[in-house]
C-alpha cells in the first residue's frame, strides 16, 4: 500500500483521497448493482418505510476503477469497499445515539470512477438509471463528499428520470442534499496551469506549477501528464474553477471558465431549498511557513512522513499565498466561498466573525477561531456552526470524516427532510374549463382606505365574469393568507374547488378580516399545492391559474431569489411549461419595490400576468384581465393562419394568435371578422392602444354592426387601461433611476462588490426593457425610440464593463449615463402625456 | 446729408469710446499698410467691416471694426474692382487704411482668395446627412452634379455616388467650392473607413483598465496619470455633466453597436478642483474641474468646453499624436498596458508617456476640435455664441501666465482659443438663426449654481410612489444649503 510513490501521495493533498486499510466485509443482506463505470450497494434489508440516504464519495474515492482496468474481462464492475470511504460517517450512524437516525433512513452507497472524461454526464446517467432500476419508489436524500456533489448536483439538473418518476428531473425527485466541502464552482487547483499562470503571485509560479504536475501526473508516475492526448491522465477539467466572481481577469481566463458547472449552477436555483452546503476552511500558516513552502516544496512532498493533514495545509497555503486571497481561504483543495455555493465574490468570513458570503442555500461553516461550540443544539443554519480546532480550523478531509461535522450531518439529517405525506385528493368536478384559485392577501394592511372591500368587489366581478364566459364547466376556489408567524396555519382554504358560483359569491362576500403580516411565500406554496392536488383529481383538465393579491412585502422571506433579477430566456423555457400559472395583481404596491419585484417574478416564472392597481376601478380591471376569456370569431377556419390563431387563443398563447391574426390580415386586410379576432389578439397581449385602434378599423368594416355600442365600450376601456399603463410606466422608469442614483451613492460609501452581482442582473434585465419600451408604449414616436436605444444601449454598455471588483472604478461615471438618459426622457415621456393622453 | 449724419454719428461715437486726454494728440492718422484679417461680419450697408487681426497685430482685441471710407476700393485677387457684397465671414483680406486713436478706417480691401471660386479643403468625419447635405467637419457639403466619393484604403474599390450610399461616421476629405449660402460644393471627395487597429486597442486597454480610477472609489479619491484627485462624489453635479455631454455626443456614435471595437463610450467625469480646466482621455473618458464649472455661466457655455473634449476624442486627436509611421507607437502603447500590471519602471514609462497623449494638440487639432464641437453644440440645440464668451470670461479674468495648468498650458491660448471660435462662428453658422437655440441658465444654476451655493436648492415636490427599496441603504446627502423636501409616505407593514 505504501509503495505508492510521493506523486500518489499529493492527490491525497489536492482531492483528499483517503487510506485506509480496514476492509470491511459484505453483509449478507447487502445488495449491490453495476453499471460500467459506477455501482450502487444498499446496506441492510431493504425497508420500504424508510427514506434512501445515498453516501456519494470524493475523487478516488474508490479503487473499483483501477481493478477494472486490469481485469478487463470481467465486463461489470466490481464491488468493492477497500477504502471504504465513509467508515467514520457509518460508525457514527450506527452509534446507539442515533437509532431514531436508522428508523428514518436506509442506507445507500454509490462508488464511481472518477478519471472518465468528460466524467459527470456519465456518472450521473448511471447513477440516474440505478436510482430509477431499484430506488424509484421513494424519493431519496444524498449526502455527497468534495467531487461527490457535483456528481449529484449534475444528476440532479441534468438527468431526466425513466419509468415511474418519466419526465421529472432528478433534482425534482430528490429530497434533500447536503454537500461537505463539495467544489460548487470548481477549484483553481484544477484550472490549467497556463491559466492560472497571469494570475500568479511572483515567485510563487514555480511552486504553484510543481504542486500541480505531482497531482496531475498519478499516472504517469511522476512525470508530467499529457492531458490532451494521454486518456489514462486523470480527469481535471470538469473541475476546474468556473470563474462565477471574476477572481480571474475574464479577458485572460477567455474560454476556459467552467461551462457545465456554470449551466449546471444556473439550473440548480430550482432546487435551492433542497440543498445544504458544509464547508471549513484552514487558518493559514504563519509567513515563515509559507516562505519555507515557496523554497523547499520538492522536499516536503517528497518526504513521505508528511501527513495529509500537513499536506493539505501546506496546499492551503499555496493557495492563499501563490494567489494573493484571490480565492479567499480554503481547505487545502476547495475555496471556502465554492464550498458554500456563494453567490459574490466577496467572501467577508475573517477567523472568528460572523461576517458572511451570500449564499442562496442553507449553509454549515466550520472556521478557526470560535471556541467550543458543541454540536448538541440547534443553530440556525449561515451562522457559524461549531469550532473544534480554534487554532488550524478544518481541512477537506475533516469535512467528512471529523466527528464535528459528522455531529451536524446527523442533527441536519435527522431534522430536515421529510417525506411528503400526501393528504387524499378532493373528489372530482365535471369541469372542461381551466379552474381559478382566488388567493388573496388579508394582511393588517388591507384594512386601509377600504382595500379590503376593493379586494372583495374586484372578486366578486371577476366571479361573475367567469360564469359568464364558462358557466358551470369551471371550477374555483378561495383561499387567504395573513398571520405574524411564518409556519403553521397561515394560509386559510376559505372555499374548496366548487363549479358551484353562488356559493363562490357567499364566500368572497365574507372575506376574513385582516389582520397580521404578508406570508406570501407560504400562500404560494399552499395554494399551488391545492391547486396540484385539484388537477391529480381531474385529469381532463391540465392547467389551472392562481389569481393572487397583495398589497406589500412579503413578511416572511422574498419569493425572487437574492441575485435573481430576471430569469435569462433558458431558463424561463423550462419553467414556464409550468401547469400552475400565478396571476399577481399589487394592489397600491410601489412601482419597482421589491415588492412588487416579488410578484412579477411569480408570473413571470410561471408564464401568468401581472397587473398593477391603484384604485378600486384599477383593481376591478385587472381582476378581469387575469381572469378574462378571449373568444374570438371562427368565420374562416379553413385558412391556415385563421384557424392556426384559434388554435392559439385555445391554448391561451396569445403570443402566437396574434402572429396568426397579424399574417391574416395582412393578407385580408378587408375580413372584418379578421379583423375583430386581430383586435382581440392584441387586446390579449395588453396592446391596448393598438387594440383601440383595430376595434376602430373594424367597425369602420362593418358600420351596422350590431355590437357597435359593446365594443365601443370597449375601445373606451382600453382608451382608459393606456392611460393607466402608460402612468405606470413612468413610475416604474422613476424607479429605475432612484434605483441607479442609490448605486451611484453607495459606490462613495462603501466597497461595493456584494450589490454589484444584484446589479448585474438589474441591468440585464432593464436593458431588454428600455430595448422594448416603443412597443410597450406602443408609440413609435422618434424620440422615443432613440431615447429607447439609447438607454438600453447604455445599460448594456455598464453590464459590459462593469466587472465585480472593480465595479466602482467602471460604473462611477458610466452610472451617470443612463440615470441622465432615463431624466430626458422621463421629462419627455410626461411631455408627451400631457399633450397626447390625457 | 445722410453722409454728414452718418460721420457726427461716429465721431460722437469715438468721442464716447475715447478717452478725452488722448484725443487731442491723435489727430494725425498712423498709416496702416497690408494688414491681414479674417473677416467676421460685413452686413448692408456695408460701411462697418469686422475683422480678426490675428496674433501679431497692432491691437490685442479679439474682433477689430474698421469703418469704409466712401472712397475705399474692394479688388479681388487678381487686383480687378470686386462688388462688396460679395464679401463673406471667413475669407481672409488685405486692408490698407489709417487708425487715428481708437478709430480705424479702410481705404482699401483686397480679398485673398479666388472670390467667384472660393476653394476650400473640408476633412473630417461624415457625421450626419440632411437629404443631401452632409455634415463633415462642422462643416455642410453637397457633391456638385457628376461628383462621386472615390473609395481609398480599405474601400479601394469602392465608389459612392452619393452620401446617401456612405457609411455614417467614415472619414471624408473634400476639396470644393463655397458657396454664397455657406454650403461647400464638392469637386473631388474621397472617404476611408474609421479604422480601429490593434494598437488602438492596446491604448484604450491600457487607459480603461490602467491609468485611469481606483478599483475602490471610498471617498472618491483617485489618481490620474498619478496625480492625485478627487472625483465628485455628488450625483447631481455628476449626473447633470452627462447629461450635457451625452447630447452632444453625434448620433451615427451613438448608434454603433455596443460590440463594435471602435465604438467610444465616453464618460464624463467631474474632478472636484479649483483650476481652470478639462480634458480627455483617448477612450473617450472626459474630465472637467469644478474650477472650470465655477467659471461657466449656462448649459450652453458647458456644452462648449464638453463638446470640444469630445471632438478631440472622437478624432482621436491625441491617437493621432502618438502614431508613428514605423509603428513605433504600438510598442510604446504596449509598454502603457503593462505598466499597471507588473514592473515598477513600466509604470514610470507608462505615466509620462501618457502624460504626453494628454498634454498637447496641434494648434490644427484645436481648431478642429472648436469647429466640430461647435457644430455638435448647435446639433444639441444650444446658442454656440456661448462658446467664445467662456474665453472672454476667462482671459479677462486672469491673464495668460495663470493659464499654465497641467492640460490647457499647452492648448491654444485663451485669446486664440477665443478667435478661433469667433471665426468658427463667423465662417459656419453667419447666417443662421439663433433664435431657436437656448443657453440653458436656469438648468445650469439649478444644479452648477446650487452645488456652489449660489442660489439655494430649488424645492421639489415630492412623488409618491417612489418607497426606497431597502435593499441598497441610501447615503445621507451632501450638506447643501436648501428648505428640505417633504418626505415621500412610506407605508408600513403591521
Not at chain 1, 70 to 77: A, H, I, L, T
Not at chain 1, 543 to 563: F, K, M, Y
Not at chain 2, 400 to 407: K, P, R, V
Not at chain 2, 437 to 448: D, F, L
Request: with cysteine; aromatic share 10%.
Amino acid at each position: 500500500m505504501n509503495k505508492v510513490s510521493f506523486s500518489n501521495k499529493f492527490i491525497v493533498l489536492w482531492l483528499g483521497l483517503i487510506f485506509a486499510s480496514f476492509v470491511s466485509p459484505l453483509f449478507a443482506s447487502d445488495e449491490v448493482w453495476s453499471k460500467p463505470n459506477s455501482a450502487l450497494i444498499r446496506k441492510g434489508e431493504k425497508n420500504i418505510r424508510k427514506i434512501p440516504l445515498i453516501l456519494i464519495h470524493g475523487i478516488h474515492g474508490t479503487e473499483i476503477c483501477e481493478e477494472r482496468i486490469v481485469n478487463k474481462d470481467e465486463g461489470e464492475m466490481n464491488y468493492d469497499e477497500k477504502k471504504d470511504y465513509w467508515k467514520e460517517f457509518k460508525r457514527k450512524f450506527r452509534s446507539t445515539e442515533n437509532s431514531n437516525l436508522r428508523e428514518k433512513y436506509e442506507l445507500y452507497i454509490f462508488q464511481y470512477c472518477s478519471d472518465l472524461k468528460p466524467v459527470f454526464p456519465t456518472i450521473s446517467n448511471e447513477l440516474g438509471n440505478l436510482i430509477d432500476e431499484n430506488i424509484a419508489d421513494r424519493q431519496p436524500v444524498i449526502l455527497a463528499h468534495s467531487m461527490g456533489g457535483l456528481v449529484a448536483k449534475a444528476y440532479m439538473v441534468y438527468y431526466r428520470h425513466s419509468g415511474k418518476w418519466q419526465g421529472k428531473s432528478g433534482g425534482d425527485t430528490t429530497l434533500g442534499l447536503i454537500t461537505l466541502a463539495t467544489l460548487h464552482h470548481g477549484t483553481p487547483g484544477a484550472t490549467d496551469f497556463a491559466i492560472l499562470e497571469p494570475h500568479t503571485m511572483l515567485g510563487w509560479e514555480n511552486t504553484v506549477q510543481k504542486a500541480q504536475k505531482v497531482y496531475w501526473s498519478k499516472h504517469a508516475k511522476g512525470k508530467p501528464c499529457d492531458i490532451e492526448n494521454d486518456s489514462t491522465c486523470p480527469n481535471r477539467s470538469d473541475l476546474r474553477w468556473d470563474n462565477f466572481d471574476n477572481s480571474f481577469d475574464k479577458k485572460l481566463y477567455l474560454n476556459d471558465d467552467n461551462k457545465w458547472l456554470i449551466l449546471a449552477n444556473q439550473r440548480l436555483t430550482s432546487f435551492y431549498d433542497k440543498i445544504i452546503a458544509y464547508g471549513g476552511f484552514l487558518r493559514p500558516g504563519k509567513w515563515s511557513r509559507r516562505k519555507a513552502i515557496r523554497e523547499s516544496l520538492p522536499e516536503k512532498l517528497r518526504d513521505s512522513n508528511t501527513s495529509n493533514a500537513e499536506l493539505l495545509e501546506i496546499a492551503n497555503d499555496i493557495l492563499v499565498s501563490g494567489f494573493n486571497r484571490r480565492f479567499g481561504d480554503t481547505d487545502g483543495l476547495v475555496p471556502f466561498k465554492s464550498a458554500l455555493l456563494c453567490t459574490t465574490n466577496q467572501i467577508k468570513v475573517k477567523p472568528g466573525s460572523h461576517a458572511f458570503c451570500d449564499s442562496p442555500v442553507r449553509v454549515r461553516r466550520f472556521e478557526p477561531g470560535t471556541e467550543g461550540e458543541v454540536a448538541n443544539k440547534e443553530l440556525p443554519y449561515q451562522t457559524l456552526s461549531i469550532t473544534r480546532n480554534a487554532e488550524r480550523g478544518y481541512d477537506h478531509e475533516d469535512m467528512y470524516n471529523c466527528l464535528d461535522v459528522l455531529n451536524w450531518v446527523m442533527l441536519d439529517l435527522l431534522k430536515s427532510f421529510n417525506r411528503n405525506t400526501q393528504p387524499a385528493l378532493p373528489p372530482p368536478i365535471e369541469i372542461s374549463k381551466i379552474p381559478t384559485l382566488f388567493l388573496f392577501d388579508v394582511s393588517g394592511s388591507m384594512n386601509e382606505n377600504g382595500k379590503i372591500n376593493q379586494a372583495r368587489d374586484a372578486g366578486l366581478d371577476a366571479l361573475r365574469e367567469m360564469r359568464e364566459a364558462d358557466g358551470n364547466s369551471s371550477a374555483v376556489s378561495i383561499m387567504s393568507f395573513s398571520g405574524d408567524s411564518c409556519g403553521g396555519n397561515v394560509v386559510r382554504n376559505l372555499l374548496p374547488f366548487t363549479n358551484g358560483f353562488g356559493q363562490a359569491e357567499n364566500v368572497m362576500r365574507s372575506l376574513p378580516s385582516p389582520s397580521g403580516g404578508t406570508p406570501l411565500p407560504q400562500a404560494k406554496d399552499a395554494a399551488a399545492a391545492e391547486m396540484q392536488r385539484f388537477l391529480a383529481a381531474n385529469a381532463n383538465v391540465k392547467e389551472g391559474g392562481i389569481v393572487l393579491l397583495s398589497d406589500g412585502q412579503s413578511t416572511c422571506g422574498a419569493i425572487r431569489p437574492a441575485g435573481v433579477y430576471s430569469r435569462r430566456d433558458d431558463l424561463r423555457v423550462s419553467r414556464s411549461d409550468s401547469k400552475i400559472k400565478f396571476f399577481t395583481i399589487g394592489l397600491d404596491v410601489p412601482a419597482g419595490s421589491v415588492a412588487e419585484r416579488d410578484l412579477q417574478f411569480l408570473a413571470s416564472e410561471t408564464g401568468g400576468k401581472y397587473f398593477p392597481a391603484n384604485d378600486r376601478r384599477q383593481l376591478i380591471r385587472a381582476f378581469q384581465k387575469q381572469v378574462r376569456r378571449f373568444a374570438p370569431r371562427s368565420c374562416n377556419a379553413s385558412n391556415a393562419d385563421f384557424s392556426g390563431g384559434l388554435r392559439a387563443f385555445a391554448d391561451s398563447d396569445y403570443n402566437a394568435a396574434l402572429e396568426s391574426f397579424q399574417k391574416y390580415a395582412a393578407a385580408n386586410p378587408n375580413d372584418s371578422c379578421g379583423v375583430y379576432n386581430l383586435a382581440l389578439a392584441f387586446e390579449a397581449n395588453d396592446r391596448y392602444k393598438t387594440a383601440a385602434e383595430t376595434y376602430r378599423q373594424y367597425l369602420n368594416l362593418t358600420p351596422t354592426s350590431p355590437d357597435r355600442a359593446k365594443i365601443e365600450q370597449k375601445i373606451a376601456q382600453l382608451g382608459q387601461d393606456y392611460t393607466d399603463q402608460f402612468d405606470y410606466f413612468i413610475k416604474l422608469i422613476q424607479s429605475d433611476t432612484d434605483y441607479l442614483k442609490r448605486y451611484y451613492q453607495s459606490i462613495f460609501n462603501r466597497s461595493n462588490a456584494d450589490l454589484a452581482q444584484e446589479f448585474n442582473g438589474f441591468v440585464i434585465e432593464k436593458g431588454g426593457f428600455y430595448k422594448a419600451l416603443p412597443e410597450i408604449l406602443e408609440t413609435n414616436e422618434r424620440w422615443l425610440v432613440n431615447d429607447a436605444k439609447d438607454i438600453s444601449s447604455s445599460i448594456d454598455t455598464l453590464a459590459r464593463r462593469t466587472r465585480l471588483q472593480s465595479f466602482d472604478r467602471d460604473a462611477v461615471s458610466l452610472l451617470t449615463v443612463p440615470i441622465a438618459e432615463i431624466e430626458d426622457l422621463l421629462e419627455r415621456l410626461r411631455n408627451y402625456q400631457t399633450n397626447n393622453i390625457r | 446729408m445722410k453722409k454728414k449724419s452718418l460721420l457726427i454719428c461716429l465721431i460722437s461715437l469715438v468721442c464716447f469710446l475715447t478717452p478725452n486726454s488722448i484725443f487731442p494728440q491723435q489727430m494725425v492718422g498712423i498709416p496702416i499698410k497690408k494688414q491681414e484679417a479674417f473677416v467676421l461680419e460685413f452686413k448692408p450697408p456695408f460701411d462697418r467691416l469686422t475683422v480678426d487681426l490675428g496674433d501679431n497685430s497692432f491691437t490685442t482685441n479679439e474682433t477689430t471694426v474698421f469703418s469704409i471710407s466712401p472712397q475705399a476700393v474692394f479688388l479681388n485677387n487678381k487686383n480687378k474692382p470686386l462688388d462688396r457684397t460679395l464679401i463673406r465671414p471667413g475669407m481672409r483680406v488685405i486692408i490698407s487704411g489709417n487708425r487715428i486713436g481708437e478709430q480705424l478706417t479702410a481705404s482699401s480691401v483686397k480679398v485673398d482668395n479666388d472670390v467667384e471660386k472660393w476653394k476650400v479643403v473640408v476633412n473630417g468625419y461624415f457625421e450626419s446627412l440632411e437629404g443631401d447635405k452632409a455634415w463633415i467637419d462642422g462643416q455642410s457639403v453637397k457633391l456638385l452634379p457628376g461628383v462621386t466619393v472615390r473609395g481609398t484604403g480599405d474601400w479601394k474599390k469602392n465608389t459612392f455616388a452619393s452620401f446617401n450610399d456612405m457609411q455614417l461616421g467614415s472619414y471624408v476629405e473634400i476639396d470644393g467650392i463655397r458657396q454664397t449660402d455657406g454650403i461647400t460644393c464638392a469637386t473631388k471627395a474621397e472617404t476611408k473607413p474609421n479604422t480601429f487597429s490593434d494598437g488602438d486597442r492596446k491604448l484604450f486597454t491600457a487607459v480603461q483598465q490602467n491609468l485611469v480610477i481606483p478599483e475602490n472609489l471610498a471617498g472618491g479619491k483617485g489618481k490620474v496619470w498619478g496625480r492625485e484627485v478627487k472625483f465628485s462624489d455628488n450625483l447631481e453635479l455628476q449626473t447633470y455633466v452627462t447629461k450635457v455631454g451625452n447630447r452632444l455626443i453625434p448620433r451615427y456614435q451613438k448608434d454603433l453597436p455596443n460590440d463594435y471595437p471602435g465604438k467610444i463610450v465616453y464618460r464624463f467625469f467631474v474632478i472636484e478642483d479649483d483650476s481652470f480646466n478639462a480634458f480627455a482621455l483617448p477612450d473617450g473618458s472626459i474630465f472637467i474641474h469644478t474650477g472650470l464649472l465655477k467659471q461657466l455661466k449656462n448649459e450652453a457655455q458647458l456644452a462648449a468646453v464638453l463638446g470640444h473634449e469630445i471632438a478631440h476624442a472622437g478624432y482621436e486627436h491625441s491617437r493621432k499624436k502618438i502614431e508613428d509611421p514605423t509603428g513605433k507607437w504600438l510598442a510604446l502603447a504596449a509598454v502603457i498596458a503593462g505598466a499597471a500590471t507588473k514592473t515598477k519602471e513600466g509604470a514610470t514609462i507608462g505615466t509620462m508617456t501618457a502624460l504626453g497623449i494628454l498634454n498637447s494638440y496641434e494648434r490644427a487639432a484645436e481648431d478642429q476640435a472648436d469647429r466640430v464641437g461647435l457644430y455638435y453644440m448647435m446639433q444639441a440645440g444650444y446658442d454656440p455664441r456661448e462658446a467664445p464668451k467662456v474665453w472672454r470670461e476667462h482671459s479677462k479674468k486672469t491673464q495668460e501666465a495663470a493659464l499654465n495648468n497641467l492640460i490647457y498650458s499647452n492648448h491654444s491660448t485663451a485669446q486664440q482659443r477665443l478667435r478661433n471660435l469667433n471665426r468658427v462662428i463667423a465662417f459656419n453658422y453667419y447666417e443662421t438663426d439663433f433664435s431657436q437655440t437656448k443657453n440653458g441658465e436656469k438648468e445650469y444654476m439649478n444644479t452648477v449654481g446650487v452645488y456652489f451655493g449660489w442660489i439655494p436648492k430649488p424645492v421639489v415636490p415630492p412623488v409618491r410612489n417612489n418607497t426606497p427599496s431597502p435593499s441598497v441603504t441610501i447615503p445621507k446627502p451632501k450638506p447643501t444649503p436648501k428648505p428640505t423636501p417633504k418626505k415621500p409616505r412610506v407605508k408600513k407593514r403591521p
